[in-house]
């Protein structure tokens, strides 16, 4: 078995209220949430390279929101991955279904697939 995904990138899920739910989050939990997105980025190194960073990101979204289509659950896990061509190519020959489109952005390079349960799965290669 191949080892894809090297860490968790990210949690993503929809809210009623999206507003409310980050209030609750900063006062009872803490969160410092970014005023330009509303989200975290918890920041981290690497064990086996402490000079590396790494991040894993806290987003919530609003309830109608597209981004997580086809998908009709209310959230996305976004895994993280060192090739992500590659990673999706191997998928699609095992018949996972992979979404014909890709980005990539200063953030880095996302592509997307749905699990067995028609779960959306987003896979992202950080920027080096």
Known sequence: MKKRVIGLGGIFFKAKDTKKLRRWYVKHLGLPLDPMWGGWTF?????KNPGKKGATIWSAFEADTSYFKPSKKP????????????VLAELK????QVEPKTE??????FG???DCE????ELWQ???
Request: aromatic share 14%.
């Open 112 to 114: 997307w697939v749905l």
């Open 43 to 47: 920041e981290w190194r690497e064990a």
């Open 75 to 86: 959230f996305m896990f976004n895994f993280r991955v060192t090739n992500l061509k590659r």
């Open 126 to 128: 950080p920027p080096r």
């Open 93 to 96: 020959k095992e018949g996972v």
């Open 118 to 121: 028609g779960n959306r799965i």
């Open 104 to 109: 990539e952005s200063e953030c880095g390079k």
